[in-house]
């Protein structure tokens, strides 16, 4: 074989090798339906206005084996005026592995008591996770779930997630 050849073939079989490298990350989306329990602490500031604090754990089930049997614990601060406002916070989400995700989400307005539509973003994660990106929206519509017990709440909720790996 030619020197030239040979050349052009040791190029070819490098690229080959180094192809599945550079394809390691991965991106995708999923669909998720997540529930559990919620606690919310309220402060009455004056007549129309109500400042609170969530905290919630729920698990989830997802068309994406990478995401499922995620756990997760969230805490927010909600601002309602009139009975309308939004919700602000953040969420660990942990594999069975005990790889992590951290994310970021904000309700929008809403009026409480209703169903509405939010929006969350991937901030980061470790293990598999490590290094990820994206985010979704999710519609919330857990005031349909009768709690027993005061200041408890039930969140339910579907997500459309896009994620990226590098």
């Known amino acids: 074989m030619p020197a030239g050849y040979r050349l052009i073939s040791a190029i070819f079989a490098v690229a080959l090798l180094a192809a599945p490298a550079a394809a ?4 995708g989306t999923s669909t998720d339906t997540w529930g559990g ?3 919310a602490k309220a402060i009455q500031i004056g007549k129309d206005r109500i400042l609170v604090a969530t905290e919630e754990h729920n698990f989830c089930v997802s068309n994406d084996p990478m995401f499922g049997h995620l756990t997760s614990h969230c805490f927010g601060v909600a601002d309602f005026t009139k009975g309308v406002g939004q919700n602000q916070g953040r969420c660990v989400e942990t594999d069975p592995a005990g790889d992590q995700i951290v ?10 008591g209703k169903t509405f539509k ?15 990106t994206g985010g979704g929206t999710y519609v919330y519509d857990g005031f349909t779930f009768k709690t027993t017990e005061e200041g ?11 994620y990226k790996l590098p």
Request: no cysteine.
């Open 24 to 27: 390691q990350g991965k991106e």
């Open 37 to 39: 329990f919620g606690t």
């Open 152 to 162: 408890t709440y039930t969140p339910h909720f579907t997500l459309e997630l896009s």
């Open 118 to 132: 939010g929006s969350l973003t991937l901030i980061g994660g470790t293990g598999k996770f490590a290094g990820i």
């Open 103 to 112: 994310l970021s989400y904000d309700t929008g307005n809403f009026t409480l």
